[in-house]
């Protein structure tokens, strides 16, 4: 019997950067496609889960990589504690839950409705800019420190974007404490 593809040799317990930052561009690219678009929505009309055929997708895209699906997705559950320390990475992973949360609203709205929460969106990733070019002042270790406490406030609002936000005088108490 074959053993189950896993992050690509030796049996690694984790996908590496390259592999996740090719799965978060490529669910990127394939999401912002009409018939994928068209594919969750038919989905919603039909009374599934939207999130279950985002997940589809994304198992798609591991086979796609010769990575077992199962795997893989059980490494997105990984992310934030195996590569904290690496802040553009984490940039892209939250993006990509937020891209995910995006579609998923796309067939889930109305087109008014939809509208006004991609402004928002737009608006929260103007404010996540400001934030990251905040923390830029502080060095490796305080990074991380922030990005776990942001993580924490993200798991604690179940993946809320509006919590993906500290202000300065946040991110200075935590560098601070």
């Not at 996908?15 to 068209?38: C, D, N, V, Y």
């Not at 060095?139 to 300065?168: C, G, M, R």
């Amino acid at each position: 019997m074959a053993t189950p593809m896993s992050a690509g040799g030796g049996g690694s317990s984790m996908m590496t950067r390259e592999q996740l930052l090719h799965l978060f561009s490529r669910f990127s690219f394939l999401t912002s496609l009409p018939e994928i678009k068209a594919r969750i929505a038919d989905a919603v009309r039909e009374k599934q889960e939207a999130v279950a055929v985002t997940t589809e997708i994304q198992e798609e895209i591991l086979r796609e990589m010769g990575i077992d699906p199962s795997f893989g997705i059980g490494c997105l559950g990984k992310v934030n504690i195996m590569y904290e320390v690496d802040m553009e990475l984490m940039v892209k992973f939250y993006q990509f839950v937020a891209k995910e949360e995006m579609a998923i609203d796309e067939a889930e709205l109305d087109p008014r409705n939809f509208a006004e929460k991609l402004h928002a969106q737009q608006k929260l990733q103007e404010q996540q800019l400001k934030m990251l070019i905040q923390m830029r002042k502080y060095n490796p270790e305080s990074q991380s420190v922030v990005l776990e406490t942001l993580h924490k406030q993200l798991e604690s609002a179940n993946f809320d974007t509006d919590a993906s936000i500290l202000t300065t005088e946040q991110i200075q108490e935590i560098v601070e404490n």
